[in-house]
């Protein structure tokens, strides 16, 4: 089956600085790669995602980089604040898979400091 | 729109006692899921479910059970806990192919 690889799994930069975390994936066939967000005490949140016929995709501080021939991909978080300290979940969807069942990255505990 | 609810949010139980964990939704997906989560290993999928009556294996399903007897409900249920299902479980819903997972807040379950 699918496996996925995250890293760093704890990153800390300072207030403004640029964060990057990075997965590699198995599954050649994977098709759509979201990341998710976490904070203390609830669930995931979708923040971003890339399906395999794009390269990269932003949303205002948050881009998300595909690489097809590698297998990877990453997120970045520019401009970073207080309040993007939480866990970031790299995920992906097997090959012929139809609705959510993604595997999951191991997680990174962000944390930014003031 | 409550979204997705879990209940409880906190359990602890001895090995060997058996309880199910709900998870209801009012967003009318048909996708529905249970995931774990443990320290290091970030999110693994137990079970999960595309319609009522239908229910497949995830990664890690043994110990487990699940049904789906209405859109809303997917409930699961461990048999005879042991300490090794120890972890923090969420229950997932999505409308379709490839698209956003809603997760609940979780159930944190201790086996002693």
């Known amino acids: 089956g699918e496996n996925v690889e995250q890293h760093p799994s704890t990153l800390s930069v300072q207030e403004g600085d640029s964060a990057v975390i990075k997965c590699t994936y198995s599954?050649?066939?994977?098709?759509?790669f979201p990341w998710y967000k976490q904070e203390l005490g609830k669930g995931p949140q979708l923040i971003i995602d890339i399906r395999s016929n794009v390269g990269e995709k932003k949303d205002q501080r948050i881009a998300v980089t595909l690489n097809k021939t590698a297998k990877h991909f990453s997120l970045h978080i520019t401009e970073t604040q207080p309040e993007d300290s939480a866990v970031y979940f790299c995920a992906a969807t097997p090959g012929g898979t139809s609705y959510g069942k993604l595997t999951f990255g191991q997680g990174t505990i962000l944390t930014v400091h003031p | 729109n409550a979204g997705v609810t879990q209940t409880p949010k906190f359990q602890v139980l001895k090995t060997g006692q058996s309880m199910t964990l709900q998870c209801a939704q009012d967003?009318?997906?048909?996708?529905m899921s249970w995931y774990r989560q443990d320290p290091g290993m970030g999110l693994r999928l137990i079970h999960y479910?595309?319609?009522?009556?239908?229910?497949d294996q995830g990664e890690v399903p043994n110990g487990y059970n699940v049904s789906r007897s209405t859109t809303e409900d997917f409930p699961l249920r461990l048999l005879s806990a042991a300490p090794s299902q120890t972890s923090v479980y969420f229950c997932a819903t999505g409308g379709g192919w490839g698209g956003e997972l809603f997760f609940g807040e979780g159930s944190r379950l201790t086996v002693l």
């Open positions: 599954d050649s066939a994977s098709n759509y």
């Open positions: 967003m009318n997906h048909e996708y």
């Open positions: 479910s595309v319609g009522a009556g239908i229910t």
